[in-house]
């Protein structure tokens, strides 16, 4: 699982990271997704199992350096470098866009989860009734889940690190945005501008909740692909595609919402073609621009998986 790179191996593994960061930075779209798009989602969530108290064990026993190795400390910290130093920067550029011109970027990301289904599900050698009936079962918990009206709580320093929890284990999920969990909690925002000024306080409170969820939930998945790897792959590739019902890029809000900053926040919306859209919102769909974009992002999600990924066997 574990391997060797060299430093432009690394330098693009660190690019990787920063793509999963501006990722996780659009309510929709998970970082996960990107990891299995990129060859690395396995190896992701096998140093994170590697994580836990036998990692404790091996350092008091053994010492540092092999602490490091038994947790693939190199992958992980590359990996997490590119992640914030993406959240600290590129976040920022994907967020204008989703603000200035929602449906272009939601073309882009809806044509690379789409490509990104192919993908996955090309790895199922054989589709049984038990298959068939997992990824069914993904697809329709991922719809419902993108079907949840958000909700606006008042955040408490238990709820951060609850959130903090629910959200990182969404983020490593195919298909289940964690940025998408923080919005149906109505965390979304406090995080956000708590990223942006630097909160400590608050940012030490959800990355605390982020370690415990890693922590648990990543020996979760590395048992399911360890023992029953084909049916995992169904089930991520429903998560995957039920998700799409979140990043069809013609919306129209029904029910919205003013925070503490003054910014209008969609809660409720509603797809619908392009020129119903223009229709009912006055504005301009884009439609070709979305295709191209569409195509553009399936593309490069064909091309990674073809000449960028790591094997997966």
């Known amino acids: 699982m574990q391997r060797k790179r060299s430093w432009k191996e690394s330098l693009a593994l660190m690019a990787k990271g920063m793509v999963m ?178 909160e400590i306080s608050i940012l030490s409170l959800f990355a605390a909740g982020c370690v415990v969820g890693l922590l648990s939930f990543s020996r979760i998945l590395n048992w399911m692909f360890s023992v029953h790897r084909t049916l995992t792959l169904a089930l991520l590739g429903g998560f995957m595609l039920g998700s799409l019902n979140k990043v069809w890029p013609w919306k129209h809000t029904l029910e919205s919402t003013v925070n503490s900053h003054g910014k209008t926040i969609p809660l409720v919306q509603e797809n619908m073609l392009p020129h119903s859209f223009e229709i009912m919102t006055g504005q301009p769909s884009y439609v070709w621009y979305a295709i191209a974009l569409t195509i553009f992002g399936a593309g490069i999600v064909l091309l990674l998986d073809k000449v960028g990924s790591t094997p997966r066997e």
Not at 103 to 124: C, K, P, T
Not at 178 to 191: C, D, E, K, V
Request: hydrophobic residues 55%; glycine residues 8%.
């Open 21 to 198: 960061g501006a990722a996780d930075a659009v309510p929709g779209v998970s970082g996960g997704t990107i990891a299995f798009i990129t060859g690395i989602y396995e190896e992701l969530i096998y140093s994170l199992k590697q994580c836990g108290p036998e990692a404790i064990k091996v350092l008091l026993r053994q010492g540092f350096g092999a602490m490091w190795q038994h947790i693939n400390g190199t992958f992980l910290t590359t990996l997490l470098f590119g992640i914030l130093l993406s959240i600290l920067t590129v976040s920022r550029i994907v967020l204008y866009w989703l603000d200035t011109y929602p449906v272009l970027l939601w073309s882009f990301f809806f044509g690379l989860i789409l490509a990104a289904i192919w993908s996955l599900i090309r790895h199922i050698e054989t589709w049984k009734l038990n298959t068939v009936i997992f990824f069914l079962m993904g697809t329709l918990a991922a719809y419902l889940i993108t079907m949840i009206p958000p909700s606006a709580i008042e955040p408490t320093n238990l709820f951060i690190f609850l959130s903090g929890m629910l959200a990182i284990c969404a983020m490593i999920l195919p298909g289940i945005s964690g940025s998408f969990i923080l919005l149906l909690l109505g965390m979304y925002t406090p995080i956000l501008t708590a990223v942006k000024n630097l």
